[in-house]
């Protein structure tokens, strides 16, 4: 399932099509709510050329999911932390996404499991709590 559109969207039903992929992949319009069809996923795939700073990201593991994501700057990177919440590919590589993509649907449960705490736990940082924590602190000195 893919939900949004852009400036690809013609090009990927194209693809779609090309490959008689129309009864595997469901294309959906923007939506304001995606959390039941996240929670009903197994995996969060983020394929941007840009992100920031990631707000989908800290969604995702908050919900629980594993994340592969682009390894593109000023998001992902520094949410994945050298794959410790995720699993990054190389944007535009096709390979190296399919690598990894298998990777994350195979790999053992201890592994994903951890990367998916780890995930969690770093998500804790962008709560509004945590946010005035910082600003207190910021205040105090």
Known sequence: MIIGSGEEELKLLRLIARL????????????????????????????????????????????????????????????????????LFEKNNYEDFEKKF?????AGENIMIKKKISAKIKAKKYTIFSHYLQLAEYLKN
Do not use: Q, R
């Open 102 to 106: 298998l990777y994350s649907l195979h």
């Open 20 to 87: 008689k992929l129309e009864d595997c992949v469901i294309l959906m319009k923007y939506k304001t709510n995606i959390f039941n069809y996240l929670s009903n996923s197994a995996l969060f795939v983020l394929t941007s050329e840009w992100e920031d700073p990631g707000f989908v990201l800290i969604e995702a593991a908050i919900c629980n999911k594993l994340i592969l994501s682009s390894n593109v700057k000023n998001g992902p990177i520094e949410f994945i932390d050298n794959e410790n919440c995720g699993v």
